[in-house]
């Protein structure tokens, strides 16, 4: 039987757990769709480096770190399937979804992916 991937956050490391989760989150990204394009946008003093923005054909979403949590925004999340139900996150809006994770929280990384990859076929799409 197949091994279940997961997306695990160490409870306790000598790099912040916030740095570690995004890193590990981008990875996931990239590996479910190589083509698509990382850059930093929305610079501003409180965030210099600005916010990972993940794009394919149109963007697919961004990662930010706040003090509890990592956000992932799917920019068109709630068009998405999420049979999974990783958003938990802006759940009431029209247009985005994300995912909030907090500190030694679990992702299902096929999950993960799988919205990826949805997001990409639906910049496709569009």
Not at 20 to 27: G, K, V
Not at 52 to 71: D, Q
Not at 87 to 112: K, P, Y
């Amino acid at each position: 039987m197949a091994e279940e991937k997961k997306a695990r956050v160490p409870a306790k490391s000598t790099a912040d757990w916030r740095e570690e989760t995004l890193d590990r989150m981008r990875a996931l990204i990239l590996d479910a769709c190589p083509e698509m394009t990382e850059e930093r946008k929305w610079k501003k003093p409180s965030n210099p480096a600005g916010v990972p923005v993940w794009s394919h054909n149109g963007i697919v979403c961004t990662g930010e770190t706040y003090k509890a949590a990592v956000k992932l925004t799917f920019a068109k999340g709630a068009s998405l399937p999420d049979p999974s139900g990783l958003f938990n996150s802006g759940l009431e809006g029209n247009t985005r979804r994300a995912i909030d994770i907090h500190e030694v929280e679990v992702i299902d990384a096929d999950a993960f992916q799988a919205l990826v990859k949805a997001a990409v076929a639906l910049n496709a799409k569009t």
